[in-house]
């Protein structure tokens, strides 16, 4: 039996994650769970369900069975902690973000107050 499959454009994706200027980890082959056209990733990783979208900001979720991160990157960057267990919520203070968006790479980078440690997160788009 033959399948003849046709991957589009966002259908796998490649992220890495840079610390301090340094890779610190690598994802190939991520496949993109969001069907509809636009700038909105969804995947898994490390059994995490991460988010990624762009309207006027990036919207940016990690979310497991115990937590959801969520860092607003825009004019006025924000950044909130959910505790589902406990039901609090906590909001973390943006020292700096900032990111960037081509044909098929999305680069954002952030340092939190609750972390000496600078993040870049760099998506690939394509297949």
Known sequence: MCY???RKIGDFMRLTHVINNKV????MNLKNKCKEKGKKYEFFLDN??????????LIFIRESDEYSFKLEISDISSC???LKQENKSFNIGVINAH???S??????????ETDEDQHQIILEIGD
């Open 99 to 101: 990111y960037d968006i």
């Open 103 to 112: 044909n098929d790479k999305i680069e954002f980078c952030y340092k939190l």
């Open 24 to 27: 610190y980890s690598t994802h």
């Open 80 to 82: 909130e902690l959910f």
């Open 48 to 57: 995490i369900i991460n988010s990624i979208y762009i309207t006027d900001r």
């Open 4 to 6: 003849n499959v046709i």
